[in-house]
């Protein structure tokens, strides 16, 4: 730290940041462009403009940038000094030449960072007079609209889409002032973090189109803050809503998880949240599938009546819950039914992996990363898993550890090392070398790039090579008799990788259907904490609350259905928030549906929707508040965006936890305990002591901002009167919160940055856009200034003492008969996550979940070609898919999108022997 003087006032610094990160960082406002946080300084757009003196003897100063300027000790910096606000005013006019000023249609309008910068900078006013340049737009894909005549060329978009998150399919093209951002046709954004353009793009060149079909200003939105729901790692989002529709998702910044970006999914997947029409209670007419499937619409009464005579004609209750749902309402399922009967909305495959997850977080002691820690190792190693596709925000995070790669150079024999915030002079200074990153998998994955090598592969000879590196690592020589020699050259380059690193990091996780990867992740990371190398693990599962779950119940779908086929007893089964023909064979699911007694809660009208006996409608993420557990047993608060209640009459959209507690009173006869989320967690933690941190994931309802609770829209918001005035002249009240500290409108306090860390929406004054997260910041890309939301259940020490758990197989050599496939997954962006899946724009432009992978050598001997159908059967069920070709997957395997809507999760590990080509009779 040093001493700064800025406009008078003296300001710790850090000497590892540049000046504008110091100033903005102490909350002196100073204008940029082309500077972004985690892009770094390349000093272009000229707007960071701050005069400096050196020194007390230095009178005369000089103008410098600022985002290209270290801190030095004792510097004096002025921000607002005539030359520099003329320097600022004459390049901002240079730089809006060519923009129009089509502020009241653009999209950006009241979002705009070069709105909020023009009048930092008192730029009100145009002089040029002559014809503007003009360029063609492109289309880029589904998701973002591209204007290319609002461009100021800061080259933002470029530095963020091809040096942070690796893509290849969008540049800059032509020179000077000739400069065009896009690809070179027209064509969807192949990156899997592509929606960061909106937010990187400091004006309205790249816009959410998703967000068009619904507009609103950003001031005639209801907010609040909520975690992505779509992979296990728990990113933070803000949800904006307007007339009863999500309309917008955004980045919600946290120090530990997704800063600055989120993936594509978490953006643009939430189409499944937006009802068609006003939810009903339904039930079947006939409880018969091969006769009658209509369906009836009936009140609540009715409803629970007819339940009670279910449960009470029962000789057990069956639950079923689901780790897409919140803690809340998997407890109360868990309550009500009891421990023997409550059952997982896992495999055995996968339960047994998230169980096995939970004891290494729960006893091994090796320390699980955030996601901005992942950035600081200097070796990864990851096994078995396509993290791109199943943890997008995940594989973000290792390019950049691959990227930053530590030098030097040496100048008047003193070392001098390249502040990180330099991007420019780091990027020709590394030379293209970077940090060792290894893959093991069954197919190819966009992170193969940049590893230094992957090893694609059967999982079997996957989990031979780890163990070979394990063995190696523990007693430095290869057991020959044991020992593929094609391979001892590449496993010495690992292991030497390892010892010479300072952090090493191992990923796995669930995604690949076999706990030997998670059990060889431990074992490999136990024996480099032997070798005395730091390191960490990373144990990805497959949903937002996999690992909340697992902690309450400990037994799979597959039991529980087995349980009350085996028994034949009279049974009535709750499903909270599932699909079962996702994990069981649809025969088997038919059958248990047709007779016995099930109560199905759901959001989503899905196939086990349709066919329960009585299906009660839920609120979804946004319509309700809860607690999920993310992979690094960090619990978190999502927050209720608006009331269902309040736009559709006569609604019966509930919390899943108040179906289950209302059922429950009912069938006991005793009154409502539980009113409002913080009692269904008060009577969890008496159940389940080890979870007590949960009741610290967010403020209670209680928290007050003098007197005020947080207000979810913002105070310029309007048109609240005329939303109903075509039904009713008269304002409707406001619904009242329990459940949060947060209010259903304007009216509350919304000075969030010294105050709260649940912020609902990004503003600041004079910051509009998102840009204003620098307001909130204890230092400039570092924490909230109240703390990061959630907090970690588990206290995960740093490389304890480490317990055995369980030792990877031996060597095994895999062996595949004729026309003998082994079944593993392959995963993809958009139609591998069940709720994403649901959207019927991504359902519109990515829809390959009928497809099979085959590899090249399978296919000749098949005489297959790309797009042809084949066709097999698995447990009395019949597939039909097309043909996809793969360059990498082995003889001998097919790979299945498993857990969509027509590839169930039980095929994952099935061997198929009657694969052939569909009769085209």
């Keep these: ?157 470029v530095r963020y889409y091809k040096d942070y998150s690796g893509g290849e399919d969008f540049g800059v093209f032509g020179s000077k002032d000739n400069l065009y951002f896009g690809r070179l046709k027209d064509g969807f954004l192949k990156n899997e973090h592509s929606g960061n353009l909106i937010e990187v793009c400091p004006t ?25 729901s779509h992979c296990s790692v728990g990113c933070n989002i803000l949800a904006g809503e307007r007339y009863g529709k999500l309309v917008k998702i955004e980045n919600r910044y946290h120090g530990d998880i997704n800063h600055y970006f989120i993936c594509d999914r978490g953006r643009f997947g939430y189409g499944y949240a937006n009802r068609m029409d006003n939810p009903k209670i339904v039930t079947t007419k006939n409880i018969n599938f091969k006769n009658d499937l209509s369906r009836l619409q009936i009140d609540v009464k009715s409803a629970i009546n007819k339940c009670r005579k279910f449960l009470k004609n029962s000789s057990r209750v069956i639950g ?19 421990e023997e009967n409550f059952f997982v909305d896992s495999t055995e495959i996968e339960n047994s992996c998230i169980q096995l997850i939970i004891k290494i977080l729960k006893e091994s002691g090796i320390y699980t990363p955030t996601l901005r820690e992942i950035e600081s190792y200097d070796c990864i190693f990851i096994l078995g898993e396509d993290v791109t596709n199943t943890s997008p925000r995940i594989a973000l995070s290792v390019r950049q550890a691959v990227n930053n790669c530590s030098f030097g150079f040496s100048s008047d024999d003193r070392k001098e090392i390249i502040p990180t915030w330099h991007s420019m002079a780091k990027l020709y200074a590394k030379n293209n070398i970077k940090n060792p990153l290894f893959i093991t998998s069954t197919d190819a994955t966009s992170l193969d790039k940049i590893s230094k090598w992957s090893f694609i592969s059967s999982i079997e000879e996957q989990i031979n090579l780890i163990s070979f590196i394990e063995r190696k690592l523990n007693s430095n020589v290869f057991e020959s008799e044991i020992f593929d020699v094609s391979l001892q050259s590449k496993i010495e380059v690992i292991v ?70 085996d028994e034949k007893k009279t049974t009535t089964l709750i499903i909270l928030e599932n699909d079962l023909y996702r994990f069981i064979s649809k025969e088997k699911i038919d059958y248990v549906l047709s007779n016995f007694d099930s109560i199905v809660i759901d959001h989503q009208n899905t196939n086990t929707f349709k066919n329960g006996s009585v299906s009660f409608p839920c609120s979804n993420f946004f319509e309700s508040t809860g607690t999920v557990m993310n992979h690094e047993v ?23 936890w108040k179906w289950i507690h209302i059922l429950e009173s009912k069938i006991k006869k005793r009154s409502f305990s539980w009113i409002s989320t913080e009692d269904v967690i008060s009577s969890l933690i008496k159940s389940f002591p080890s979870l007590t941190k949960i009741k610290e994931a967010s403020y209670n309802s209680n928290f007050r901002i003098k007197g005020q609770k947080i207000a979810r829209s913002p105070h310029r918001y309007s048109g609240r009167t005329a939303q109903f005035s075509d039904k009713n002249i008269h304002e409707k009240s406001q619904p009242i919160d329990i459940n949060s500290m947060f209010s259903f409108s304007m009216e509350g306090n919304n000075q969030l940055s010294e105050t709260s860390s649940q912020i609902p929406f990004s503003w600041f004054p004079g910051w509009n856009s998102l840009q204003s997260w620098n307001k909130f910041q204890d230092e400039i890309a570092g924490n909230l200034k109240n703390g990061n939301p959630g907090i970690r259940i588990l206290d995960n020490v740093k490389n304890c003492n480490i317990k055995n758990i369980n030792s990877i197989s031996n060597f095994q050599k895999t062996i595949f008969n004729e026309n003998n496939f082994l079944v ?23 829809n390959k979940e009928n497809f099979a992978r085959i590899s090249i050598f399978d296919a000749r001997k098949l005489d297959l070609f790309e797009g042809d159908i084949i066709q097999f059967y698995c447990l009395d069920t019949k597939f039909v898919l097309y043909v996809e070709i793969s360059k990498f997957l082995k003889s001998g395997h097919i790979g299945l999108s498993v857990g969509n809507s027509n590839i169930p999760l039980f095929l994952l590990g099935r061997k198929i022997t009657n694969l052939r080509k569909k009769d085209q009779t």
């Design 496 to 565: 030497d990788a390892f010892l010479k690193s300072k952090k090493v990091l191992i990923i796995s996780g669930s995604h690949a259907g076999d706990i030997r990867f998670i059990e060889s992740a431990f074992n490999l990371s136990k024996s480099l904490i032997k070798r005395g190398i730091e390191t960490g693990i990373t144990l990805l599962t497959s949903n937002v609350n996999s690992i909340g779950l697992g902690m309450i119940g400990t037994k799979s779908i597959e039991t529980g259905i087995k349980k009350i086929l």
């Design 320 to 338: 079923i819950g689901s780790s897409r749902a919140s803690i809340e309402s998997n407890y109360a399922l868990f309550n009500f039914v009891g």
């Design 824 to 846: 593993v997954p392959f995963y993809t962006l958009f139609n591998s996550e069940e709720l994403s899946s649901r959207s019927e724009l991504i359902r519109k432009n990515f």
């Design 634 to 656: 960090r619990a978190q608060r999502f927050f209720q965006v608006y009331d269902p209640q309040f736009y559709l009459k006569n609604n019966v959209v509930l919390d899943s």
């Design 204 to 228: 309205g060149v790249f816009t959410d189109k998703t967000s068009s079909e619904n507009y609103s200003r950003k001031w005639d939105m209801q907010y609040a803050p909520s975690i992505c």
């Design 1 to 157: 730290m040093t001493i700064i003087v800025i406009n008078n006032n003296r300001y710790n610094a850090k000497k590892k940041n540049n000046l504008l990160s110091s100033c903005l960082s102490v909350g002196v406002d100073v204008p940029y462009f082309c500077w972004h946080p985690e892009l770094g300084s390349i000093g272009s757009c000229r707007q960071c403009a701050v005069k400096v003196h050196f020194d007390k003897s230095d009178k005369i100063g000089q103008i410098v940038m600022s985002c290209m300027t270290p801190i030095t000790d004792n510097m004096i910096v002025f921000t607002e000094t005539s030359d520099v606000l003329n320097f600022r005013k004459s390049i901002i006019e240079l730089l809006m030449i060519n923009h129009p000023h089509d502020c009241p249609v653009c999209e950006e309008g009241g979002n705009c960072h070069l709105q909020d910068m023009t009048v930092m900078n008192k730029y009100y006013s145009r002089r040029y007079i002559y014809k503007k340049k003009t360029h063609k737009n492109q289309f880029i894909g589904p998701f973002i609209s591209h204007n290319m005549n609002r461009c100021i060329s800061c080259h933002r978009c």
